[in-house]
C-alpha cells in the first residue's frame, strides 16, 4: 500500500512540506509507503496539443511522463499546495491540468483515494483545495477529509508546525487515507471489485 505525496511549492522545505510531513508520519506508522514528487517551479502548461488523445502519455517527456508510474502504484494521493492569491501555485496547476488529462489509463483513477492540502499565511485555503478536489472528483475518486480544512498556517516551516490545530488536521487526514487504503485493500480480497465505468460520452453544448 502506498500514498504518493505531491508537493506543489517552489520550496522543498516550506509550509506545504511541513503539513505533508506530518501526515506522512502517520502514513508510515500506519503501515502506508510514501512516495514523493516536488513539482518544479518552472514546469509549462498544457498546450492543447491532444498529442495524448493518440499516444500514451504528454508529447513533453518531462516530470509529468515520469509521474504516470508512481500513480499507478499508488492507492492514494495528497497533493499540498501554497495559496496563491486564493488558488494554487501556478506550477501545480500547469502539472495536474496535463497529469490528469493525458494520464494514458485514466479509469485506473477510479476509487483511489485523493486529498488536498493547503497552507497560507492567513486565508484562500478553501478555494485553493476545491480546485485540487476537482481533479478527483471528474475522475471518479474517492476524496478524504480530516476533523477541519486540509490547511496549515504560518509564514515559515516553524511558524506552521506551532498551527497546533493544523497540524492536527494533517494526522486526522493521514488516519483516514490509511484506513480508506486498508478498507479498500480487504474489499478486494474479499472479491469486490471496483464499479464499472462505462465508456465516456462526449457531449457538445452546441447540440
Known amino acids: 500500500m502506498k ?9 522543498r522545505n516550506g509550509c506545504t512540506v511541513t503539513a505533508l510531513k506530518e501526515a506522512e508520519k502517520i502514513l508510515l506508522e ?6 514523493w514528487v516536488h513539482v518544479p517551479a518552472d514546469i509549462p ?10 499516444n500514451p502519455g504528454c508529447i513533453r517527456k518531462d516530470i509529468v511522463n515520469e509521474t504516470y508510474e508512481k500513480v499507478a502504484e499508488c492507492d492514494g494521493m495528497i497533493i499540498g499546495s501554497p495559496v496563491y492569491y486564493a488558488g494554487t501555485s501556478g506550477s501545480l496547476k500547469a502539472f495536474l491540468d496535463r497529469l490528469f488529462y493525458s494520464y494514458p489509463s485514466r479509469v485506473k483513477l477510479t476509487m483511489k483515494a485523493g486529498a488536498a492540502v493547503s497552507s497560507s499565511r492567513r486565508a484562500g485555503n478553501l478555494t485553493c483545495n476545491d480546485t485540487v478536489n476537482k481533479y478527483f ?17 504560518g509564514n515559515s516551516s516553524e511558524e506552521a508546525l506551532q498551527d ?18 486498508k478498507m479498500r485493500k480487504l474489499a478486494k480480497e474479499q ?17
Open 3 to 11: 500514498v504518493l505525496l505531491i508537493n506543489g511549492s517552489p520550496h
Open 30 to 35: 500506519e503501515g502506508i509507503e510514501t512516495v
Open 45 to 54: 502548461g498544457c498546450m492543447a496539443c491532444r498529442y495524448c488523445h493518440d
Open 137 to 153: 472528483s471528474i475522475n471518479g475518486m474517492t476524496t478524504i477529509g480530516s476533523s477541519y480544512w486540509n490547511d496549515a498556517h
Open 164 to 181: 497546533e490545530e493544523g497540524m492536527q488536521t494533517m494526522r486526522n487526514l493521514a488516519r483516514n487515507m490509511a484506513y480508506y487504503v
Open 191 to 207: 472479491g469486490l471489485e471496483d464499479p464499472v465505468r462505462e465508456k465516456k460520452n462526449y457531449t457538445n453544448f452546441i447540440r
